[in-house]
């Protein structure tokens, strides 16, 4: 099986570039994704990369990474802090890595956003760095790969 990694993004992030950019920057979405596909390919990492407004498509394609991929990064949007669907999708695939991204530092907006019902079950999560952090996750996910694979687990 290839190195394939799902990024996965939630809502209201195929409105970058035009959404409130002073918070998220000027980068499309399909940037984000150009970006990954280069970053992938030095990484010898596939990339898969979605976007869903839909909560129960998100689950759905984390089910479907718990099969095809060895692993995930997910910018959750707003579902982040609401959605316990996408917290059990992640603990159904388990042991599979998951690196949570959000653009912005949600730490350092208003309250609601301080907590992620992802975070408690993701493998590490970024978040701040804008576009960059998703090229961060995928570095991280590359290294973990790599380590599993020389220990014979990947
Ligand atoms: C976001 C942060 C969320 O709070 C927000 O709802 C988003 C984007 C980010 O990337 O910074 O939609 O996940």
């Known amino acids: 099986m290839s190195n394939i990694i799902f990024v996965l993004n939630g809502p209201n992030l195929n409105m970058l570039g035009k959404r409130e950019p002073g918070i998220y920057g000027g980068e499309t979405l399909e ?5 990954c596909r280069s ?3 030095k990484l010898c990492l596939e990339i898969d990369f979605r976007q869903s407004n839909h909560e129960g498509v998100l689950v759905d394609w984390i089910q479907e ?11 959750p949007g707003a579902y ?8 059990d999708a ?3 695939v388990s042991p ?3 690196a949570e991204v959000h653009l912005s530092n949600i730490h350092a907006r208003e309250e609601f956003r301080h907590h992620s019902w992802v975070s408690s079950v993701a493998t590490g999560m970024i978040c701040g760095f804008g576009s ?12 973990r790969l790599e380590a599993a694979q020389q220990k ?3």
């Open 31 to 35: 940037t984000i994704g150009e970006d």
């Open 39 to 41: 970053a992938g390919a």
């Open 65 to 75: 990474a718990g099969s095809r991929a060895k692993g995930i990064v997910i910018n």
């Open 80 to 87: 982040s802090h609401t959605s316990i669907a996408i917290h």
């Open 90 to 92: 992640i603990r159904a």
């Open 96 to 98: 599979l890595p998951v």
């Open 132 to 143: 960059q952090g998703y090229v961060m996750a995928l570095h991280a996910l590359a290294a």
């Open 152 to 154: 014979g687990q990947g």
